[in-house]
């Protein structure tokens, strides 16, 4: 393959500037002395021109870039005055870019401010073609341009949970900020050495509480914004002696950190207060903030882990309606049960909101990928390599208008796609996504593959749309993806964002050929069952075992799975990205370690295998074949009768589907599809009956106070029916996650009510259906959690015909 054709485009369609000089004003210090020394860096690093300053215009016609704010360059620019002026003049942190050729070729890069000469400096770069020993910039370039939102940044959290930023030296760190500006934020979010997490871990190359000052005096050297993310760690904020230790921990940071300008405080994950508690110890860290930073404002958000949200949610916004003058405004991000348009409508005009928006997360999470394959949800997780360029633009400017920007929600350098399309659309929510995605791919990567890895990166979205096994773009992404990594040089290959993407197309490809691969042994194993009554139990038993254990004998596409390795163990050695626990010293399996379950199973050989082996200890024959019948027949509802895994797709068209995703993507008012994959993946003790089926993972979910209705047609009147129904408990933790749901039909029935679903485990019910519930053939199922933890999960439902009435 050859380099794209776009690139060799734009060489033609540019001004060469390989041999300009850089002019810049005299005296430049701090922040706007910095952003030049980018634009020299970041030229010189791809092109391996050093670009010479000057502080006057050279007395022939060599190239000239101009850089400098509108004030600093006010002089040396006059004689291009007239064409400044046919742009529009920007606001805060805006610029103006301007080429012009005359008797020399010029290039102006004018910001309004400090800020706008770094955002000028950079689009100036992602625009360009930097080349070896060529720099090309776009004919005629002519753009103003201005934020639209005024708060536009990322979280870096320096510590062990995170899947990359732990084993970062402070120079990463810095280049990772420097790209972030380059692409318009302005804001940094860090983290204290003391939060939900270990102090320090095995890849900590700093000390945390050196590296939180660090940080900030690299996020300032950049004329950015400093936010302190501070979670309430304590347990007992009513106690005098914790809110004195508590206070004493924050001075030391508050004193030594040099520069913040915000702090946010999580009204909860982590952090239990009520918020009557909650809004009391805010405004004494308020105070004491601002004892060390005058200018700082504290931010606070309606997070909210309680079994009863709305109450809690109550008496927070009665806190904010009392309009604390410490408070500097709301933060909207995960667990916050109201939606940010109505958040808004709810709390004074005078505070703003920030959005906390997760971009890190698969399910389980504010955005979850839309009906995501459960093959997917199994392997890569809830926190793997994750570019979702259009869903991430269509989440932004849904919402976009109802707060002043976003700093998002990071653990670590999967999400590293996402972060560049938020900043470009909190700059400019009409900017397409595959515009963002090309200036990323011609400045991160390489310029020749520009239109190739910006296709390929939208295509590996389009890979998690929809059932996996029929979806045939997978492997025209893996093909495209192959054809650039056999053509292109060193540099590519290890570079650590082509490595990811390329990546990602191995790995698709390989869950879709063992998917495939695993159903089709599956039920090779069920027809073995099929045959009990014929060749006996023990038998067919070997026979299923046996087709089972292909999948490990004999397994599909084993290249695909060793270059996967191979990429995961040079992004651990180039970027530090911990995709395996037992390699790369990740913290979990849920914390982006997600090359440790590339080849967990695919079809149900788990709870076949453990029913087996089960069934082998009955000294029984006829007990025997009673059991593998019930295998055989799990699923089955009987004549007349319906079976729906509500986290299939089939399943999924019995689902009321509210608002829908178009309009609440965070499904706070809608059912979604979900995935409880630690019902698998959490090691089981030797008590086999504990495996669940494969379908108990894959439920529709309900969040808070929102109900769950299903719609069934065609039931016969005259005959009667029970409903039997499969509930998920949620992720155990530390605090009780059980909750109680009741179940209801039409005409007032309760078919049950007040059942009890415990944390980490799978609960059945049976209930008869009274025969008014579906005297017109319809039965309209209805469930409503009624206490306990805010999840309500419903994964598989049996309507059984019982006979005529």
Not at 51 to 58: I, M
Not at 117 to 132: E, N, P, Q
Not at 273 to 288: G, K, S, T, Y
Not at 572 to 594: D, Y
């Given at each position: 393959m050859k380099p794209d054709q776009e690139a060799v485009n734009i060489r033609l369609d540019a001004w060469d500037f390989s041999d300009a000089v850089l002019l810049v004003p005299e005296g430049l210090e701090g922040a706007e002395a910095k952003a030049i020394t980018v634009l020299i860096e970041e030229t010189e690093?791809?092109?391996?021109?050093?670009?010479?300053?000057?502080?006057?215009?050279?007395?022939?016609?060599?190239?000239?870039?101009?850089?400098?704010?509108a004030a600093s360059l006010q002089d040396m620019v006059k004689d291009y005055s007239v064409e400044?002026?046919?742009?529009?003049?920007?606001?805060?942190?805006?610029?103006?870019?301007?080429?012009?050729?005359?008797?020399?070729?010029?290039?102006?890069?004018?910001?309004?401010?400090?800020?706008?000469?770094?955002?000028?400096?950079?689009?100036?770069?992602?625009?360009?073609?930097?080349?070896?020993?060529s720099l090309q910039v776009p004919a005629n370039l002519s753009i103003s341009s201005t934020p639209r939102q005024s708060c536009r940044?990322?979280?870096?959290?320096?510590?062990?949970?995170?899947?990359?930023?732990?084993?970062?030296?402070?120079?990463?760190?810095?280049?990772?900020?420097?790209?972030?500006?380059?692409?318009?934020?302005?804001?940094?979010?860090?983290?204290?050495?003391?939060?939900?997490?270990?102090?320090?871990?095995?890849l900590m190359q700093e000390d945390p509480l050196k590296m939180m000052i660090r940080l900030s005096e690299i996020i300032d050297s950049y004329g950015l914004d400093t936010w302190v993310w501070y979670p309430?760690?304590?347990?007992?904020?009513?106690?005098?002696?914790?809110?004195?230790?508590?206070?004493?921990?924050?001075?030391?940071?508050?004193?030594?950190?040099?520069?913040?300008?915000?702090?946010?405080?999580?009204?909860?994950?982590?952090?239990?207060?009520?918020?009557?508690?909650?809004?009391?110890?805010?405004?004494?860290?308020?105070?004491?903030l601002q004892k060390y930073h005058p200018e700082a404002k504290l931010w606070i958000s309606p997070q909210v882990m309680s079994h009863e949200p709305a109450k809690w949610l109550e008496g927070f916004l009665a806190n904010v309606d009392k309009e604390p003058e410490w408070l500097g405004g709301l933060v909207f991000g995960p667990h916050v049960d109201i939606t940010l348009p109505d958040l808004r409508r709810r709390i004074p005009d005078k505070y703003p909101i920030r959005r906390y928006e997760d971009i890190t997360h698969n399910f389980h999470c504010q955005y979850p990928?839309?009906?995501?394959?459960?093959?997917?949800?199994?392997?890569?997780?809830?926190?793997?390599?994750?570019?979702?360029?259009?869903?991430?633009?269509?989440?932004?400017?849904?919402?976009?208008?109802?707060?002043?920007?976003?700093?998002?929600?990071?653990?670590?350098?999967?999400?590293?796609?996402?972060k560049f399309i938020w900043s470009d659309q909190d700059w400019d929510s009409k900017t397409e996504a595959i515009e963002t995605l090309r200036e990323f791919a011609r400045f991160f990567i390489a310029d020749a593959y520009t239109e190739g890895i910006a296709q390929g990166l939208l295509a590996l979205e389009k890979n998690w749309e929809g059932p996996l096994a029929v979806n045939e773009g997978v492997d025209q992404t893996f093909n495209q993806w192959r054809m650039i990594e056999h053509s292109a040089p060193p540099e590519v290959l290890n570079n650590y964002r082509f490595q990811m993407g390329l990546l990602r197309a191995y790995y698709d490809a390989y869950i879709k050929r063992r998917l495939i691969y695993e159903t089709e042994l599956e039920l090779e194993a069920m027809d073995a069952l099929k045959s009990a009554p014929s060749l006996g139990a023990l038998v067919t038993l070997e026979q299923a075992e046996a087709a089972l254990l292909r999948a490990k004998t004999h397994p599909v596409a084993e290249s695909y799975r060793q270059r996967c390795w191979e990429l995961a163990d040079e992004l651990?050695?180039?970027?530090?990205?911990?995709?395996?626990?037992?390699?790369?010293?990740?913290?979990?399996?849920?914390?982006?370690?997600?090359m440790d379950a590339i080849d967990f199973p695919l079809n149900d050989s788990r709870w076949l295998s453990a029913q087996n082996a089960i069934i082998r200890e009955m000294d029984n024959e006829q007990d025997r074949l009673n059991a593998i019948d019930q295998i055989v027949n799990r699923t089955n509802p009987g004549p007349g009768g319906y079976y729906d895994n509500l986290g299939s797709y089939k399943g999924w068209q019995r689902v009321d589907k509210g608002k829908g995703w178009e309009n609440d993507p965070g499904y706070l008012e809608s059912p979604r599809m979900a995935h409880g994959i630690y019902l698998l993946q959490t090691e089981r003790e030797i008590d086999k009956s504990a495996i669940p089926p494969i379908a108990s993972t894959r439920h529709v979910n309900t969040l808070a106070d929102t109900q769950l209705t299903l719609q069934y047609d065609?039931?016969?009147?005259?005959?009667?029916?029970?409903?039997?129904?499969?509930?998920?408990?949620?992720?155990?933790?530390?605090?009780?996650?059980?909750?109680?749901?009741?179940?209801?039909?039409?005409?007032?029935?309760?078919?049950?009510?007040?059942?009890?679903?415990k944390q980490g485990q799978c609960t059945q019910i049976e209930s008869p259906i009274p025969q008014e519930a579906f005297a017109d053939g319809k039965l309209r199922l209805t469930f409503t959690r009624v206490s306990g933890f805010k999840r309500l999960n419903v994964s598989e439902i049996w309507i059984i015909r019982n006979g005529a009435s």
């Open positions: 690093k791809r092109t391996g021109i050093a670009l010479a300053v000057t502080h006057e215009w050279p007395a022939d016609n060599q190239p000239v870039i101009v850089a400098g704010t400044l002026e046919k742009l529009s003049l920007p606001g805060k942190e805006g610029y103006r870019l301007l080429g012009c050729k005359d008797e020399r070729t010029v290039v102006l890069i004018v910001g309004a401010d400090s800020r706008g000469m770094l955002y000028g400096i950079g689009k100036f770069l992602r625009k360009s073609s930097l080349t070896k020993q940044g990322h979280q870096l959290g320096y510590r062990p949970k995170t899947n990359a930023y732990d084993a970062w030296s402070s120079a990463q760190f810095e280049q990772y900020i420097r790209e972030l500006a380059i692409f318009g934020a302005n804001s940094i979010e860090i983290m204290p050495p003391r939060t939900d997490d270990d102090a320090t871990g095995p309430n760690m304590a347990e007992n904020y009513a106690d005098p002696a914790t809110i004195r230790e508590e206070l004493l921990e924050r001075e030391e940071i508050f004193s030594k950190v040099p520069h913040i300008h915000a702090v946010f405080i999580p009204g909860s994950d982590p952090g239990e207060l009520e918020p009557d508690l909650l809004f009391e110890w805010a405004a004494q860290v308020a105070e004491l990928v839309v009906n995501w394959d459960l093959a997917f949800a199994l392997t890569l997780g809830r926190e793997s390599i994750n570019p979702r360029p259009l869903a991430e633009k269509y989440i932004h400017n849904l919402l976009e208008s109802y707060a002043i920007g976003n700093i998002s929600y990071s653990e670590g350098i999967n999400d590293d796609v996402n651990f050695k180039n970027i530090g990205a911990q995709l395996s626990v037992t390699k790369h010293q990740a913290i979990a399996l849920g914390r982006g370690a997600f065609h039931l016969d009147p005259g005959s009667s029916y029970s409903v039997k129904v499969t509930y998920v408990g949620d992720t155990a933790s530390e605090l009780s996650r059980d909750y109680k749901v009741t179940l209801s039909a039409q005409a007032g029935s309760v078919l049950h009510e007040n059942v009890l679903v």
